[in-house]
């Protein structure tokens, strides 16, 4: 059974950035600085979709050579669908992947051999976008107005859980399937508001579109337990069997988070290495990219990459009471720190 499809976590950009798919996966590497080293590791890196700023801490750290400096040549790919990346590193086919924390406990219902070994989005980005033609400050002025969204049961347990926090009802806060509209919905008038756009993407492309900030209010304002929304994964077996591939992995997080926290610090810089790896477009790219580089920091004080076995725990409980997933959800399987460089998130996660 295809879980991704089942349960519908996965959308992304949708609207108008759709047009620009084809070509990005058609052009989805950025350079490496400087020759490879002739003892270097090869790992191919599947990424969640195509290139796109969620993905900036991994494109700078390539293009300015933290992997060549940790004896690595790093190929990212653009998967043929977004339920891929975690089959094919569980399969061993692909050595690393990008994913999302929902699909980590859904793969551990399917008993896929994967593992969580640093976070790469800290913090949720999905969550209740508000048309710019409202003057909504608080999330529970939502009260009256409608949502859309694709009509996936993880879009409707958000809805559900804001009903519940604002002791609202349906009927006062009403709500349409859109499908993978979400960006004309709002922008013709449709409906008031979306869930299951990205505020570092549908909120600011809706924003730069109608010439209005969108308000938006992250998942974990709607009254969902924090979580991860992008996540660094692993070969579980391999881990265990190989020491190779887990010094190679130990090499990559600590490529990857330099490379985030040297672009966190030059958000100019990484925009620009964005704007030659990605196919959105130069206005876009030039508002999401440094708005992504901040929410990067957003991380409770803890560095860059950790992952909470506790907060983990939390949210795998909240897909089970929403029904997203059917067995009991054991966060400390599906999660490691033992490849992060930083001692503080030591101790945060399981094995």
Same mark, same amino acid.
């Given at each position: 059974?295809?879980?991704?499809?089942?349960?519908?976590?996965?959308?992304?950009?949708?609207?108008? #950035?759709?047009?620009?798919?084809?070509?990005?996966?058609?052009?989805?590497?950025?350079?490496?600085?400087?020759?490879?080293?002739?003892?270097?590791?090869? !790992?191919?890196?599947?990424?969640?979709?195509?290139?796109?700023?969620?993905?900036?801490?991994?494109?700078?750290?390539?293009?300015?050579?933290?992997?060549?400096?940790?004896?690595?040549?790093?190929?990212?790919?653009?998967?043929?669908?977004?339920?891929? &990346?975690?089959?094919?590193?569980?399969?061993?086919?692909?050595?690393?992947?990008?994913?999302?924390?929902?699909? !980590?406990?859904?793969?551990?219902?399917?008993?896929?051999?994967?593992?969580?070994?640093?976070?790469?989005?800290?913090?949720?980005?999905?969550?209740?976008?508000?048309?710019?033609?409202?003057?909504?400050?608080?999330?529970?002025?939502?009260?009256?107005?409608?949502?859309?969204?694709?009509?996936? &049961?993880?879009?409707?347990?958000?809805?559900?859980? !804001?009903?519940?926090?604002?002791?609202?009802?349906?009927?006062?806060?009403?709500?349409?399937?859109?499908?993978?509209?979400?960006?004309?919905?709002?922008?013709?008038?449709?409906?008031?508001?979306?869930?299951?756009?990205?505020?570092?993407?549908?909120?600011?492309?809706?924003?730069?579109?109608?010439?209005?900030?969108?308000?938006?209010?992250?998942?974990?304002?709607?009254?969902?337990?924090?979580?991860?929304?992008?996540?660094?994964?692993?070969?579980?077996?391999?881990?265990?069997?190989? &020491?190779?591939?887990?010094?190679?992995?130990?090499?990559?997080?600590?490529?990857?988070?330099?490379?985030?926290?040297?672009?966190?610090?030059?958000?100019? #810089?990484?925009?620009?290495?964005?704007?030659?790896?990605?196919?959105?477009?130069?206005?876009?790219?030039?508002?999401?990219?440094?708005?992504?580089?901040?929410?990067?920091?957003?991380?409770?004080?803890?560095?860059?990459?950790?992952?909470?076995?506790?907060?983990?725990?939390?949210?795998?409980?909240?897909?089970?009471?929403?029904?997203?997933?059917?067995?009991?959800?054991?966060?400390?399987?599906?999660?490691?720190?033992?490849?992060? &460089?930083?001692?503080?998130?030591?101790?945060?996660?399981?094995?």
């Amino acid at each position: 059974m295809n879980r991704l499809a089942n349960a519908g976590w996965r959308w992304l950009t949708v609207g108008l #950035a759709l047009a620009t798919l084809t070509a990005a996966c058609a052009s989805n590497a950025a350079p490496a600085a400087g020759p490879a080293s002739p003892h270097s590791t090869s !790992l191919n890196v599947e990424l969640d979709w195509v290139p796109n700023p969620d993905h900036v801490g991994l494109y700078y750290a390539q293009h300015q050579g933290y992997f060549a400096r940790q004896h690595l040549v790093v190929n990212f790919r653009v998967p043929s669908s977004a339920a891929d &990346p975690l089959k094919l590193v569980g399969l061993g086919k692909a050595d690393l992947a990008i994913s999302y924390e929902p699909e !980590l406990f859904y793969a551990q219902q399917e008993h896929l051999p994967v593992t969580a070994v640093a976070a790469v989005i800290p913090v949720p980005l999905n969550g209740l976008i508000v048309s710019p033609r409202l003057r909504i400050t608080s999330l529970c002025q939502i009260k009256g107005h409608s949502v859309g969204f694709t009509g996936v &049961p993880s879009d409707f347990a958000f809805y559900s859980t !804001l009903l519940h926090t604002c002791h609202l009802t349906r009927k006062q806060v009403p709500y349409q399937t859109v499908g993978y509209n979400l960006v004309p919905s709002i922008l013709s008038g449709k409906v008031d508001s979306i869930i299951g756009g990205y505020r570092n993407v549908e909120a600011i492309q809706i924003s730069q579109e109608m010439k209005r900030k969108a308000t938006d209010f992250p998942a974990d304002q709607l009254g969902v337990p924090a979580y991860d929304e992008l996540v660094l994964v692993a070969s579980t077996s391999r881990l265990r069997t190989d &020491p190779g591939y887990a010094s190679a992995v130990r090499r990559f997080v600590a490529a990857f988070l330099a490379g985030s926290s040297a672009a966190m610090k030059n958000p100019g #810089a990484a925009t620009t290495v964005m704007q030659g790896a990605s196919q959105y477009s130069p206005a876009f790219l030039k508002a999401s990219v440094p708005y992504t580089l901040k929410l990067l920091g957003q991380h409770g004080g803890v560095p860059a990459g950790c992952l909470n076995q506790a907060a983990w725990q939390s949210f795998g409980t909240w897909l089970k009471a929403h029904k997203l997933v059917h067995d009991t959800p054991d966060a400390a399987a599906i999660m490691t720190d033992k490849y992060l &460089p930083h001692p503080a998130c030591q101790g945060q996660a399981g094995a």
